[in-house]
């Protein structure tokens, strides 16, 4: 398990009244653990968890300077929620002031960039499991959010309002994603892929992974769909639900997919450590290595020029379309278990199952 070494002021002795809080939230993270922990291990999203943190706390900013322009600083750190509210999922709002992220107790919660909570949050207090997925719409009016014990998708107004409840999987949800024209959604789980009109209606169910279906995302023009699993496949499919091609490649399982915003290539990530690039008739065009863990996660930047990538290792990676590796960025204390780059793609959003949120900004 991994632990975030206190800081320690003056002398550098920790207090009684320190000694015994931080055994009291070392306990706290143990029951959590103890819950969570299956589910966590099974789905490959999150491994060990680390000690969390109570309070909202800024950082130094860093530098991460790479053999090309992909440069970051880390503008802003903070730690968001009660003990033990692990982060699972996180995105940006399509006007990219407001971050959404999803945790381990069932609730959806609202951020400025600064790290102020916005007031009218937290949305999905009723959903009863870990919230593995969060997804604006793209006119930034919906958030969808897709959970585990309850194994439904719930759809809300930024006010906090739950517009609908979609209910037909019979399993852990694992992903959700806006087609690009806000009409429809798509899930992903344990029971496999099902693609939802914004009106709660269940439109067709996609089948054909052998194994429970980690993430799924829709092509730029929004005509096809991409799903990662733990079979190690990666499919492509049309939105009538007939598949297109099978990805063969990886050697365990997968758990992220991302088309590039022109459309012309897909990301994928998983177990065996590496990213791989593939054209849409499933041709492997590269295979990225260098993390020393899982690939949680694979985004594309907005421009296309950019792919990241966090890791079990606890950093985040920033290659460019070649497959060459630019930039390592450090900082997060444990696993970063979700990403996203702004609309503009001049910032980074990471999170951490140590309940930290990191902003890196593009110098």
């Known amino acids: 398990m991994a632990i975030i070494s206190l800081t320690m002021m003056g002398c550098g002795s920790l207090t009684q009244k320190e000694a015994q809080h931080s055994q009291n939230k070392q306990i706290a993270l143990t029951q959590v653990e103890s819950t969570l922990n299956q589910e966590i291990v099974q789905t490959g999203k999150i491994g060990e968890q680390p000690v969390g943190k109570n309070d909202v706390g800024k950082s130094s900013k860093k530098d991460f300077t790479s053999n090309s322009s992909a440069t970051f600083r880390e503008r802003n750190s903070f730690y968001v929620g009660s003990f033990g509210s692990l982060i699972r999922s996180i995105a940006f709002s399509p006007d990219g002031k407001t971050i959404a992220f999803g945790d381990s107790v069932g609730r959806i919660r609202l951020w400025d960039l600064r790290g102020n909570e916005i007031a009218k949050s937290p949305l999905g207090s009723d959903h009863r499991g870990a919230v593995f997925s969060v997804s604006f719409s793209p006119d930034g009016n919906i958030i969808a959010s897709g959970s585990s014990s309850d194994m ?212």
Do not use: C, M
């Open 152 to 363: 439904t998708i719930k759809l809300w107004d930024t006010n906090g309002n739950n517009l609908s409840t979609l209910s037909g999987h019979q399993g852990t949800i694992y992903s959700v994603s806006f087609s690009p024209d806000g009409n429809t959604l798509a899930s992903a789980g344990r029971d496999g892929i099902k693609l939802w009109s914004t009106n709660g209606t269940e439109l067709a169910t996609l089948t054909g992974h052998q194994d429970w279906v980690s993430e799924v995302s829709f092509s730029p023009d929004g005509n096809t769909l991409v799903s990662a699993s733990k079979d190690k496949t990666v499919k492509l499919w049309n939105i009538n639900g007939t598949e297109l091609a099978t990805f063969n490649g990886h050697e365990d399982w997968v758990g992220s997919v991302s088309f590039s915003p022109d459309g012309t290539t897909i990301a994928s990530s998983g177990k065996d450590k590496t990213i791989k690039l593939w054209s849409t008739n499933g041709t492997e065009l590269a295979t990225l290595t260098g993390h020393g863990g899982t690939v949680l996660v694979v985004r594309f930047s907005p421009d296309g020029n950019l792919i990241a990538s966090s890791s079990t290792d606890n950093t985040i990676k920033l290659w460019n379309r070649n497959g060459n590796e630019l930039a390592t960025l450090t900082g997060h204390e444990s696993q970063v278990a979700s990403l996203d780059f702004s609309p503009d793609g001049n910032t980074l959003v990471s999170a951490s199952t140590d309940g930290g949120i990191k902003l890196w900004e593009r110098d």
